[in-house]
T-cell receptor, first 112, second 113 residues
């Protein structure tokens, strides 16, 4: 199964861009990459997803490398409220079996 | 618009018992999926229901089961509880399923003693 690898934790100064990397070297051509975050004691929150093109929405940008083996989530101006665990997720759809595989996540600390 | 509602919020059971957890999706959402979260294993996908049919299933034993009703509400059942089933159980709903833009509830914290 495809899996994701993320650094366990990162720090970012408030107001700066937070760049969260994710390795998904075993991803297949039709498998999407999703990013969610989880703030303590809440359910995960959807951020963004993509297949091979870069994506941007009101929350973040997603940069996927051309070989699709890795991606970076960018929070352009981090605030204290962005402190959370960020999950890079691969959606695996093979042989009519569709499931979602979570990585361990990156705990992002925003420093005032 | 009301979010995803999970009940109960906390539950304490003993080994060997069974438990039923409930999830009410966002109005109009037809897909409900369930997840287990533990400190050791992290978040793991259990199963997904769409229009009352189980569409996808993760790698969990048959003690874990679920169902979805015609109003899209879903229940998850765990039989013969084990200590290792202690976890936060999260459900998520989405409009069309397939893990597109999941909206998660706050979860049910299950403790098995």
């Amino acid at each position: 199964d495809a899996k994701t690898t993320q650094p366990p934790s990162m720090d970012c100064a408030e107001g700066r861009a937070a760049n969260l990397p994710c390795n998904h070297s075993t991803i297949s051509g039709n498998e999407y990459v999703y990013w969610y975050r989880q703030i303590h004691s809440q359910g995960p929150q959807y951020i963004i997803h993509g297949l091979k093109n870069n994506e941007t929405n009101e929350m973040a940008s997603l940069i996927i490398t051309e070989d699709r083996k890795s991606s970076t989530l960018i929070l352009p101006h981090a605030t204290l409220r962005d402190t959370a665990v960020y999950y890079c997720i691969v959606r695996v759809a093979r042989n009519r079996d569709d499931k979602i595989i979570f990585g361990k996540g990156t705990r992002l600390h925003i420093l005032p | 618009k009301a979010g995803v509602t999970q009940t109960p919020r906390y539950l304490i059971k003993t080994r060997g018992q069974q438990v039923t957890l409930s999830c009410s999706p966002i109005s109009g959402h037809r897909s409900v999926s369930w997840y287990q979260q533990t400190p050791g294993q992290g978040l793991q996908f259990l199963f997904e229901y769409f229009s009352e049919t189980q569409r996808n299933k993760g790698n969990f034993p048959g003690r874990f089961s679920g169902r979805q009703f015609s109003n899209s509400r879903s229940e998850m059942n765990v039989s013969t509880l084990e200590l290792g089933d202690s976890a936060l159980y999260l459900c998520a709903s989405s409009l069309s399923g397939g893990f597109e833009k999941l909206f998660f509830g706050s979860g049910t914290q299950l403790s098995v003693l």
